[in-house]
């Protein structure tokens, strides 16, 4: 019914950036969140950010200043400006979105992953 399909992840430099995308596609009547997970090896998946249909965003202390979420509601996108990378950012980064189907029912979908390395 609904995929989420992220991209931009890759090997970056400590002190880099990237930016993470994530577009949702399928029987969508309304998104009223998005956001971002993380989940680096032996660890649990962790939140990292997100966003709501009011424009509220709020991030973990540990990305803080240095991440910021944003969301394009006419293509269904939400992206994730990551900025002065630390070793410890490295993780496989989930996208996250709550949904509102065709058929109203409302459910919360994960996308496949995209792996964020930073070492030098």
């Known amino acids: 019914q609904v995929q989420l399909v992220e991209s931009g992840g890759g090997l970056v430099q400590p002190g880099g950036s990237l930016r993470l995308s994530c577009v949702a596609s399928?029987?969508?009547?309304?998104?009223?969140?998005m956001g971002w997970y993380r989940q680096a090896p032996g660890k649990e998946r962790e939140w990292v950010a997100s966003?709501?249909?009011?424009?509220?965003?709020n991030y973990a202390d540990s990305v803080k200043g240095r991440f910021t979420i944003s969301r394009d509601y006419a293509k269904n996108t939400v992206y994730l400006q990551m900025n002065s990378l630390k070793p410890e950012d490295t993780a496989v980064y989930y996208c996250?979105?709550?949904?509102?189907?065709?058929?109203?029912?409302?459910?919360?979908?994960w996308g496949q992953g995209t792996q964020v390395t930073v070492s030098s």
């Open positions: 996250n979105a709550g949904v509102t189907t065709l058929n109203w029912r409302s459910n919360t979908y």
């Open positions: 966003a709501t249909s009011g424009s509220s965003t």
């Open positions: 399928g029987s969508i009547l309304s998104i009223y969140s």
